[in-house]
């Protein structure tokens, strides 16, 4: 009978798919045509489940390893055939791993695969083996995955799925369940027809040029301009790109020429932002001065304007916060201030004091003369009451480099003073020390300048400065709008959030 062959130990070969197991004969159902074995092991390595079961169509090749009975005369090929209901195929007695069994073999007389006999009724499926296939030891391929879980034992591959889509196939067995039947919900999981499963690749090329693009958007634009809702734009469109300082929403266009002056303007310049700052004549500079002082805006105010804007711009060439914080006080820089004895350098003397008040080290170069300004002895007054240090011999100037020199030798007037031995001697100081220069209000470039200057700092609009000027900057003084229309110049501030921008040669 089959429940003779309970404990004996087979090899079950399921193909290249499913792969070899080994274990021991725990159930025998003829009726099903369903053999289970306890322990298995699959490809060599131990199944998670304590038990499978297979179905006929789903073996491919079986030997048995060891027979319990060991006073057993039959051999296994005849009880293979006449117990089991198998074909005859080799088997090997005892042990395998020590070498000691032996392989008995019985002749078959076709190679055609046989039939198991039926001893049910036509609805059970044959027992089906082929004698042609021999046992391998080879694993299946390496991206067969097997799952195993508790409550069950499931297999996932790319090219085959559970006994609910082929019949032939290993079927776990459960505990609660009759014959190896699996649940329903497994069969809803695993229940697709692997035949609906396109072998070819997809055509990724061919099915994005069944998309017409263009029409959709022409469709898109045509709909939205219909609607009244705003056009997002089409493919060929590029959005516009702003800057931070952008305004985003702009609700007319920008107008790059907003100062006019009454006389073509000799030089141009233009500020960051774009905007065109026209240079004027010193003649009406020196006009839109005179208008400003009628309206209040006096010399005392524009002096203290004047200092106020170039300390704050001395002060970020020095360094800014970077240069002038409380943890950097072994670093004070020094400033050497040159002043002539006209406005230009009661302006610096100004300048002299704020730095001076930010722990700056100031040494102002005054000549001596009889009589001064009554501007100069104002901002003298104020200068002495700081920590600055005043010189009037060249000889008291530093011998090694300054940080920075603020040239306010020069004027616009009394150009007399170039022929001074105190001016030649101050000029060759500065040319040698090797320092940057910061020009404030410098002469047009008709007059020559003794020291050519890095930085040169512009007061209200710019004179047509050359190049000996170095960079213009502009600072605004405080001079209304309605001063500048007074004189003939239609004015727009270009200053912004600023006192003082840098302008740039068109």
Known sequence: MATDWLGSIV??????????????VSAVDQVSQTISLTRPF?????????????RAGDITELKILEIPGPGDSRQCGDLQQTEMGIPGVGCQVGPSQNGTGKMLKKPISSSAPQNIPRRTDARNQDFIIS???????????????????????????????SSSRHPNQVTPKKSGLKNGQMKSKDDECFGDDIDEIPDTDFDFEGNLALFDKAAVFEEIETYERRS????????????????????????????YRRIVVPQNANKEFCTDS????PSVSYELHKKLLSVAEKHGLTLERRLEMTGVCASQMALSLLGGPNRLNPKNVHQRPTV????????????????????????VHVILFLPNFVKMLESITNELSLFSKTQGQQVSSVKDLPDTPVDLVINCLDCHENAFLR?????????????????PVLSIDPPINEMEQGIDAKWSLALGLPLPLGERAGRVYLCDIGIPQKVFQEVGINYHSPFGCKFVIPLHST
């Open 11 to 24: 090899s079950i070969n399921c193909g290249e798919s499913l792969g070899v197991y080994q274990g021991r």
């Open 42 to 54: 699959h490809n060599g390595v131990k199944c998670l489940v304590p038990e499978v079961t297979f």
């Open 131 to 161: 004698p042609q296939q021999q046992c391998s030891k080879s694993y299946m391929d390496r991206h067969v995955e097997t799952l195993t879980q508790s409550k069950g034992f499931r297999r996932r591959h790319n090219s085959w799925s």
């Open 228 to 255: 009244g809702t705003r056009s997002r734009g089409t493919p060929n469109e590029k959005p516009a790109r702003y800057r931070h300082d952008e305004n985003i929403l702009e609700s007319e266009p920008i107008v």
């Open 274 to 277: 774009g905007l065109v700052v």
């Open 336 to 359: 050497a201030l040159l002043c002539g004895p006209h406005v230009k350098g009661a302006q610096g003397i100004s300048c002299g004091r704020h730095l001076s008040n930010h722990d």
């Open 419 to 435: 022929d001074q031995p105190w001016y030649k001697a101050v000029v060759d100081w500065a040319n040698q020390n090797r320092a």
